[in-house]
Each structure stands twice: as structure tokens, then as C-alpha cells.
């Protein structure tokens, strides 16, 4: 294919399409040299000086629009880095070339600006990085072609509109809405995690040495299973929902129409990869919505698998995986989108919300917070310090709803440091870092920023400590008693740190809780049902979880989000589906005789005796008339039960 060749979705021309790619297409020879190699007059260079002014001019403006065309339709991508390592290498020479003449007055003002907004039109030309010779090096550049990572070419950051606009279009054919359509589309997904199940373990291993179980059961199995639930009921979710009648809309048809939103951008985290990128995505494919996935580039392994495999198993037109960093999902959310869908911390979040705003975009923030654990002193203590200490442990503590800290007694808190002690050798041995049941830190900056609460903490350390950064290793530590303004405390820990706050009873706990921001999610441990109720009426949080942790995600009927800092919005189960869906009202009037008489009080003129008729008639009563049925449906109805009873009454003598 050749450069010049014009994009599918349209687009400019870099160089007339029957011209041949070469150097020379692009960029004529440095001044002060001709092609021949023989020397030039001043008259002559300044001809070239002002000849290659404009046509970096001319240039500069077709890149702007079209040079993300190529890196979208070249089919070899090898090719494509050579042709853009090409263009730099001639970005480069012009560099050097206004570097050296700059000092001329007949050069600097034609040349300066002009060759100036050639270089800045590839991102990266600035910092490119030259061998000895002066040729372009990808690998060795500070800052490289967004495109060009790695020989794949990833979409240009003015592609993301064309593929917005791609499943714009798609949406508006009416293709998603189809629900045959919409249970195909989940049926190939499911598909793609069984036929790939080992490559899911072996990046999710990769991303963050994740154990096999963990891995099927917090990612893989856990979004197969979800999607059985969605095809379990999708068909009567989809369908209209018919709304009680009043004396007004008698004779009429109210309902609620599941309308798809249009194009969503579902926006994953890291530590659970697989998990938090493709189950909301799946409800929102349920609810008949064009998606676009941007799973986490903190996890580059799991991302580049799904943004290979997703296009095997689901239709192109109509979905898409985009990958890259934070610059790419910024100019993501610069697009016209219909719904957001973010997950990860509340910083972020804030900006995904400002974002959407601009477009006045819904949008769902599943965020975190410090979840905290209640232990009360009459629990089961070896089987509530066991269930504690898994909540802590799995994908070594980095969970948004794993437990942050505990608030017990100091009697308490003993027993707790001698059972997790015994439950850890347990479960992984005498060496926890060899163990091949515990994760690792993501990366190294957040086990910097992990290490960081562990070093600063002025709490005791009962159990653990150990840390090791060649590996991203911290051991599951227990703090005993931090102050309340110790960075452990005031920062989700998102790791395998453990304090425990001491309390004189449940009353303590909650004035603790409600001084700090909403959690997404909280644990009480105790027998005592008042206590229990204390909880559940005097905080607030996304979700409780009493007697264990954790275990409220696997109950596809309960929702799962935030409030307040810990986020907004629901999904799990049907409310995934509803997050994705607008709730249509219809009401389909009727040009029946009965139902425009009970609403002919609207039309003037208005009399003393409307007022009356229609405080009658708009009264709210506890009388509803339901379902689809038509007007006729209840007349008949009524009349034969009239008829009934009269002849009841006839037989009785009455």
C-alpha cells in the first residue's frame, strides 16, 4: 500500500498516490549541497531555502490530518515503522540543516517557523534520539512516535475520533440492538476465555505473578460466569416494562423502553486486569451498546492479549480494545461519548468526571477507600481471623474492597497477631516469598509508595515487614495500634499492610469510621445483632459484608459501588445491564372517546367547575390498573363481573 493511498474513513494525502515513496518525496537534499553533489551559488540557496520552507509548510499541514491514516491501513507493520523512521530521519536532517543556517538572515525567516511545525507535527521529533551518523534510533528515543512501539502500530490519537465515529455509525444502523445479536456476541466472549484460558493465566502471571486459582477465580471464571447470568436473563431484561395505569391514562399505554446508550468507554484497572475491563464491558454489549475498552497499561501483558484476542471473537464493527497510557485515555475522553464506565483511584476519577462533564457524559466511578473491619469479642476468632486475613492476602492486598485496617480491643488484637501467625505458615509456608500462592506489587513505584507507609508508620510491627524491591516484594505485615494521623491511616493502603486500631467498643469504631471519608466497602464481625445494626444505620458505605470479607462480589443479585469518595453509580448482575441502559418512558396514547373526555379538563375555557373535576381526577388513589392489557380488556371485565353478581344476588332472593 502505498502512502498516498487514501484512508477507508477518509482523510488527506501525504504525497499524490502515484507518486513512489522515497526520501525525496518527503524532504528535497539539506541546503548547501545538491542532489549531483555539485556546489550552488547564494542565489541558488536561497531558491532551495525558500523551496523547502513551503514545502514543510505544505507538508506539516497533510501529516496533521493524515498521518495517522497510514499507521491505521498499513497491513505490515515493520513497514510502517521503516517508513515513519524514514520520516524522522528527515525531520532530523531539516533539524540540523536550520541549526546550521540559522544564523542567515535569508534562511532563519522563511525556514525557522515553517520547519518548526514539520518537526512537532510527529510527536517525539523534539527528543529523537541519532546514532553516529545521525540516523533516527526508535529504541534509543526519549519520547518515539505515539505509533510506533515495539513494531505494532498502535492507532494515532487522531484515530481515536475515527473509531469513536466508526461505532457511532454502527450504533445508528440499529445492528447492537438486535438481542439474538447481543446473546451471539456474548456466547463468542465466553468462548474466548475457554479457548484461552492458559494465556490469560500465563500474562496475568506476568503482570503480577498472580497465582493460577487466583486467577481463574477472580478473573477468568468469574467473567465467564457473569456472562452466563447475562444470557440467563437477558431476554426479559431487554423487554418493554409496562407501568400501572391512572384514571387519566385509563384507556392508554404506559411503559419503559430499554434503550441502549450508544457508544461507551469502558476504562480498566490494573490489578484485575481481565476482571474490571471486560465485565462491565459484557453488560454493556448485553444492553445493546457499542464498546471501546481501554484496559489498564499497567498490566501491558494482559492488555496486549485482549486487544489481539477481542477482535477474534467479536465483531469489529461494533467493538474495539484500544491500548496506551494516560495520554491516550485523555484524548479518549475528548471524544463525543454516550457513557463512561472508569475504575481505579479517586484522583483519576475526579478527572474522567470533569471530563465527562464537558459533553454532559454519565458516567460510573467504581473507585476505593479504606475498608474498614469491626471484630467484636465474641466472634469465632480463628475462622474471623482466617476470613480477614484472605481478604488481605489475595492478589497480596491489592483489591479495592480488600480490608484496609481493623478496629477491635487491645485483647483482641493480641489473639489476632498469634492466630495470623499460625494461619500464614499455614497457609504459605515458613518462606511467604516463595510461597507460589501470594502475588506482587504491580510495579516499582507503587511498592515504593507501599514501602513508604511501612517505613513512616510510628505502629508496632507484630507480623511481617519483610520487603524485598528487586522483586516488588512486600511481606503481609501487621501494624499494632498507628495513631489515626499516621499515613497508614489516612491513604488506602492498596497492599498487604494490616493495622489494627485499638477501641474500647463498637461506638468508638463508628465515630472512627465516620471522621474519614465514605468506603466503598465494610466488615463487621459479631454475634450481637444490635451491634450489627448500629453499623448498618449509623455509617455509610457501598456495601457491608458482615461475618467475612470479600464475599459479597459473588452474589450476582447484590450491586456493587461507591458513594461519595468511593465512587457513584452500580453494576454486577442486572444492574450492569441497567448502568448501560437509558429507561425510555413511553406512553402510547389512544384517540378512545372515554380517555379524551377524562382529559378534556386541559382545553379551555377554563370554569369554577374544572377546577374541581380535576383536583377529582388527579387525585392520587392506591388503585392501580397494570400491565399491557388494553382499556376493553378491563371494560369487559367489569361488566362481566357486574353480570355475575346480579345474577348471584337473582339466585339468592335478593
Keep these: 500500500m502505498q502512502i498516498g493511498a487514501k484512508a477507508p474513513t477518509g482523510g488527506c494525502h501525504i504525497v499524490p498516490s502515484s507518486m513512489p515513496v522515497s526520501a525525496t518525496n518527503v524532504f528535497p537534499a539539506p541546503l548547501g549541497r545538491r542532489e549531483d553533489g555539485a556546489g550552488e551559488t547564494k542565489n541558488q540557496k536561497k531558491r532551495q531555502a525558500s523551496a523547502l520552507a513551503a514545502r514543510c509548510q505544505r507538508l506539516s499541514g497533510q501529516m496533521e490530518h493524515g498521518i495517522s491514516n497510514i499507521a491505521t491501513n498499513l497491513l505490515d507493520p515493520l513497514f510502517a515503522e521503516a517508513k515513519f523512521t524514514q520520516i524522522c530521519n528527515k525531520c532530523a536532517e531539516a533539524k540540523q540543516t536550520y541549526r546550521k543556517h540559522a544564523t542567515r538572515k535569508h534562511v532563519r525567516r522563511k525556514f525557522a517557523l515553517t520547519a518548526c511545525a514539520t518537526w512537532v507535527v510527529l ?45 457511532r455509525e454502527t450504533f445508528a444502523s440499529g445492528k447492537t440492538k438486535d438481542v439474538d445479536f447481543r446473546i451471539q456476541q456474548l456466547q463468542n466472549l465466553q468462548r474466548m476465555y475457554k479457548e484461552n484460558k492458559e494465556q490469560f493465566i500465563d500474562v496475568l502471571y506476568k503482570d503480577l505473578r498472580k497465582p493460577r486459582y487466583e486467577a481463574i477465580f477472580t478473573d477468568i471464571d468469574y467473567c465467564s460466569n457473569d456472562i452466563d447470568y447475562l444470557l440467563f436473563n437477558i431476554r426479559e431484561w431487554a423487554k418493554d416494562e409496562y407501568v400501572p395505569r391512572n384514571l387519566l391514562t385509563l384507556m392508554d399505554v404506559p411503559m419503559i423502553h430499554n ?12 490489578n484485575y486486569p481481565i476482571h474490571l475491563s471486560m465485565l462491565p464491558a459484557a453488560g454493556a454489549i448485553a444492553a445493546g451498546n457499542c464498546v471501546i ?17 477481542v477482535p477474534k471473537y467479536l465483531d469489529e464493527s461494533c467493538y474495539a480494545v484500544l491500548e496506551g497510557g494516560p495520554k491516550e485515555a485523555q484524548e479518549l475522553l475528548k471524544c463525543k ?100 500462592d501470594l502475588s506482587r506489587i504491580v510495579n516499582a513505584r507503587h511498592f515504593e509508595r507501599v514501602q513508604r507507609l511501612l517505613n513512616t508508620t510510628k505502629g508496632e510491627i507484630a507480623v511481617g515487614g519483610k520487603v524485598d524491591a528487586s522483586e516488588n516484594w512486600i511481606e503481609p505485615t501487621i501494624i499494632l495500634n498507628p495513631p489515626l494521623e499516621d499515613p497508614v491511616m489516612q491513604e488506602e ?25 465514605k468506603p466503598l466497602s465494610m466488615y463487621v464481625f459479631s454475634r450481637n445483632q444490635s451491634i450489627v445494626d448500629d453499623f448498618v444505620n449509623q455509617t455509610s458505605a457501598g456495601g457491608m459484608c458482615i461475618n467475612d470479607v470479600v464475599f459479597q462480589l459473588g452474589v450476582d443479585e447484590l450491586p456493587f459501588g461507591g458513594v461519595g469518595q468511593s465512587g457513584m453509580g452500580l453494576y454486577h448482575g442486572k444492574y450492569t445491564f441497567e448502568t448501560f441502559t437509558h429507561k425510555k418512558s413511553i406512553l402510547v396514547r389512544s384517540f378512545n372517546a372515554i380517555g379524551e373526555k377524562l382529559a378534556s379538563i386541559r382545553y379551555p375555557p377554563y370554569k369554577p367547575a374544572t377546577e374541581s373535576y380535576g383536583a377529582m381526577i388527579t387525585k392520587k388513589r392506591n388503585i392501580q390498573f397494570g400491565g399491557p392489557w388494553p382499556w376493553w380488556f378491563f371494560f369487559a371485565t367489569g361488566m362481566i363481573t357486574l353480570g355475575v353478581v346480579q345474577y348471584a344476588l337473582k339466585v339468592m332472593g335478593w
Excluded at 505515539?146 to 487522531?158: K, P, Y
Excluded at 479517586?346 to 454519565?362: F, R, W
Aim: glycine letters at 8%; proline letters at 7%.
Design 123 to 167: 510527536p517525539g521529533c523534539n527528543n529523537i534520539a541519532l546514532d553516529s551518523r545521525g540516523v533516527y534510533e526508535p529504541t534509543r528515543s526519549t519520547n518515539p512516535p505515539l505509533w510506533v512501539t515495539n513494531t505494532t502500530v498502535n492507532r494515532a490519537v487522531a484515530t481515536l475520533g475515527h473509531v469513536v465515529q466508526r461505532l
Design 259 to 270: 434503550d441502549p446508550f450508544g457508544v461507551v468507554l469502558v476504562i480498566g484497572a490494573w
Design 293 to 309: 475498552v481501554k484496559p489498564s497499561e499497567l498490566a501491558p501483558n494482559t492488555s496486549k492479549l485482549l486487544a489481539e484476542l
Design 337 to 436: 461519548l454516550d457513557y463512561i464506565f472508569y475504575t481505579g483511584g479517586h484522583v483519576v476519577g475526579k478527572i474522567v468526571g470533569e471530563a465527562a462533564s464537558k459533553n454532559l457524559t454519565p458516567v460510573t466511578l467504581e473507585l476505593g477507600g479504606k475498608s474498614p473491619v469491626y471484630v467484636d469479642t465474641d466472634v469465632d476468632v480463628d475462622l474471623a481471623i482466617r476470613r480477614i486475613m484472605w481478604g488481605k492476602c489475595a492478589n497480596l492486598g491489592q483489591t479495592c474492597i480488600a480490608p484496609d485496617y481493623v478496629l477491635t480491643t487491645k485483647e483482641m488484637a493480641e489473639k489476632f497477631v498469634t492466630h495470623s501467625q499460625q494461619i500464614l505458615k499455614e497457609w504459605y509456608g515458613d518462606d511467604l516469598k516463595s510461597s507460589p
Design 493 to 517: 493502603i492498596f497492599g498487604p499492610l494490616l493495622p489494627i486500631v485499638y477501641v474500647q467498643n463498637h461506638r468508638e469504631a463508628i465515630d472512627i469510621i465516620n471522621k474519614g471519608e
